[in-house]
């Protein structure tokens, strides 16, 4: 028999190595994200998340799902207990479906020496807390909180021709809507068939006057809201008592149908979250709702539409149950949470970094607004010329935003609802009135149900 040639020094330096690479392998870390979609998305696809792979070593599996379709993937993973999300996508009313499996960040925010001052109390509270479900902790990280605002074409606004025959119509000039019933005025005023003019120009496609993505139900919802609240009516009262049931619900309701079929584009029942945006982009929008996440859409670079559009708060509507001076929507947008999975140390320090570390980089690159630095930063400011009107007409919004509740069943008793109620009415699938007794029935249902009653 040959005498063997393995060693017994070589036979430890091979096992040496092989244990390195087993140790190596285990200790590689990977970090799996639930996303929504946004504009954010493709600067963390093509530039943040492989920089912070390429310093750390951390992998980062970046998933992004349909707008409609977040929590209910973030709620099944959380129940199954898989820890397949590290980072998910925290919309405050959603919270309740997942949070007993979201990790608390107190700790997390002292060990790593987190800067909590940046963030305003009044995100904080929307976005960053939950005190039904998670008293005393901090829970989420606010990325973009956000309320829709007008938009529309200044250039078009501002044009002689159009000014003139806004004024012969109206007979008022052609400006920002201070009231709903303004808004409807202008949306009918710019709706033209192809082959018209506008501002000079011949049309080759229709352009409509007014959209927002609404999509049912939660596209419906989200945009229907905002004439909920500003009819100055809250879903509840502190004993979970309904006030949809006023009158003024069904007002709203018959000028939002009136408003659809007489300006959107038929494209927008089809639309989820920002795609109307294109049609802006595109110039066959005159004016939209604008949820700040979509402004780099029009306002980006290579955007047609880049430095004509303006911005203003939404329109009061007149006689609403608060006396708001201008119109309200809900305090959406969102933020980031960790499940509470083996590796949330590791999760919070990737956001740490995006969120802090990148700060300015962050903003410049999303134009998302969240910290007290990113408001005051001058290279941020001077960074679009759009944020001169952009920014003080969203500021002067959250004034009067309409915070998302805290209450688990917010989805099933306000934000699907709403939507569904709105549909009906559009469609006329039940009386008004039979919708709307639905909608609060459901409510106080589910109320009574879950004991808050």
């Known amino acids: 028999m040959k005498p063997s040639t393995h060693r017994p020094w070589l036979r430890a330096l091979v096992a040496a190595l092989l244990l390195g690479l087993l140790a190596t392998a285990s200790a590689q870390v990977t970090l799996r994200i639930a996303e929504h979609p946004g504009s954010h998305v493709a600067p963390m696809e093509e530039y943040f998340i492989p920089l912070y792979e390429e310093l750390t070593g951390v992998n980062i599996v970046y998933e992004v799902l349909p707008a409609d ?83 529309y074409r200044a250039d078009w606004f501002a044009h002689p021709d159009e000014q003139a025959a806004f004024q012969a119509a109206y007979g008022r000039p052609l400006a920002a809507p201070a009231t709903w019933e303004e808004l409807y005025d202008i949306a009918v005023f710019f709706t033209r068939p192809a082959g018209a003019t506008v501002a000079g120009e011949t049309l080759a496609q229709p352009l409509f006057g007014y959209s927002a993505s609404i999509k049912p139900p939660g596209g419906m919802a989200r945009a229907f809201l905002a004439i909920v609240y500003s009819l100055g009516l809250d879903g509840w009262d502190e004993n979970y008592d309904s006030d949809l049931s006023d ?134 400011l001077a960074s679009y010329d759009f944020y001169e009107t952009f920014l003080p007409a969203w500021q002067e919004q959250t004034t009067y935003a309409f915070p998302r509740q805290y209450e688990a069943e917010w989805g099933a008793v306000m934000y699907t609802p709403v939507g569904e109620f709105a549909n009906d009415v559009l469609y006329d699938t039940l009386t008004p009135e039979q919708s709307q007794r639905r909608l609060v029935d459901n409510m106080e249902r589910i109320f009574d149900e879950s004991g808050y009653r």
Do not use: C
Not at 74 to 86: I, K, R, T, V
Not at 282 to 291: K, N, P, S, V
Not at 315 to 338: A, E, T, Y
């Open 69 to 151: 379709q977040v929590w209910q993937k973030q709620q099944l993973e959380a129940q199954a207990n898989s820890n397949y999300y590290d980072i998910g996508y925290h919309s405050p009313g959603w919270f309740g479906y997942y949070h007993e499996k979201v990790a608390g960040l107190d700790d997390l925010i002292e060990e790593f020496g987190f800067d909590l001052s940046q963030y305003s109390d009044a995100v904080q509270a929307s976005h960053m807390r939950n005190e039904l479900l998670r008293p005393g902790e901090i829970i989420a990280i606010a990325r973009n909180p956000q309320t829709p605002i007008y938009s």
């Open 247 to 380: 009158p003024i619900l069904l007002e709203g309701a018959a000028y939002w149908k009136r408003l659809i079929q007489d300006t959107f584009p038929p494209q927008a029942q089809t639309w989820d979250f920002l795609e109307h945006l294109s049609f802006m982009r595109e110039g066959r929008l005159a004016t939209a709702e604008m949820w700040p996440e979509g402004v780099l859409t029009v306002e980006g670079d290579g955007a047609p539409t880049a430095g004509k559009l303006a911005y203003a708060p939404l329109p009061q509507w007149p006689g609403n149950r608060k006396d708001l001076p201008i119109g309200r929507s809900f305090l959406g947008g969102g933020g980031v949470l960790i499940f509470d999975t083996p590796n949330k140390a590791e999760a919070f320090k990737f956001l740490q970094w995006l969120f802090e570390e990148q700060s300015k980089e962050f903003n410049l690159r999303t134009a998302m607004f969240s910290r007290a630095d990113q408001f005051t930063d001058p290279d941020v």
